[in-house]
């Protein structure tokens, strides 16, 4: 689940500590556009290095509670939050116990479609009546795949991708899962969530968080009109959900 996939001994987590706290200042300024974090019981799925879960730790205060679960244990940073080591999508929490749950770039590693709709489903059950679940993935149309940076590797089918890594020597098996942007919103809606999209919101944090500069910069701040014309080919998809 999480950051190593169920169907290969490779690691796909970003473990480096400057990234991730840029990451969890943009995860934690989306989400309290719909939650306050202070306080809050929060759900961390596929730790990695752990840094993102250590941020939080710090928005919910001593009030709150970040635990923070992965199959695979190799964190840098371990102080601050609850962790716990699992088997699979199954999560070994009551139900409605957070307020909370984020799955950032988790859901292309738990498996093909039956264990992604699992692993909604669990996220639905131990979420709150009125909890927010962030969500995010790379989507699958994405010219140069991410894992791998191979082009045009997840458009093709699984044993075609797999003979792509062998014969460029990038691995054995293709072990991700990237979703469309369709069949992710369909996955949400059969699993009872409604939700929206904070893309854009997200462009402008990233502009204003990680300060990039050039193209990327003129990209990430250009006009939501402009954003809104070159939306199927934004790599990242991102929802903030709620039960319905």
Request: aromatic content about 6%; overall charge positive; proline content about 7%.
């Amino acid at each position: 689940m999480p950051s190593r996939s169920q169907l290969s001994d490779v690691s796909h987590a970003g473990l480096e500590p400057g990234q991730r706290r840029l990451k969890a200042e943009k995860v934690r300024r989306l989400v309290e556009t719909a939650k306050p974090w202070k306080g809050a019981r929060v759900l961390d799925i596929g730790t990695g290095a752990g840094v993102i879960a250590r941020e939080l730790s710090e928005a919910v205060g001593p009030e709150g509670q970040v635990v923070s679960i992965d199959v695979v244990d190799e964190r840098v940073e371990r102080e601050g939050y609850e962790f716990r080591q699992v088997a699979d999508t199954r999560l070994p929490f009551p139900d409605e116990s957070f307020d909370i749950v984020l799955s950032n770039h988790v859901i292309e590693h738990v498996g093909d479609e039956p264990a992604q709709r699992a692993h909604v489903a669990e996220i639905r059950r131990v979420l709150a009546p009125d909890g927010v679940l962030y969500l995010a993935t790379a989507t699958r149309w994405l010219v140069m795949e991410p894992h791998y940076q191979l082009p045009f590797l997840s458009w093709l089918p699984r044993p075609a991708a797999s003979a792509y890594l062998r014969l460029t020597r990038r691995g054995r098996d293709y072990d991700c899962f990237l979703p469309s942007h369709r069949r992710l919103r369909q996955l949400l809606a059969g699993s009872g969530f409604a939700w929206r999209e904070p893309v854009f919101e997200a462009m402008r944090l990233m502009a204003e968080i990680e300060e990039p500069g050039g193209v990327t910069r003129r990209l990430l701040t250009a006009p939501e009109g402009l954003l809104r014309l070159i939306r199927p080919v934004i790599p990242t998809i991102i929802f903030l959900a709620r039960k319905r």
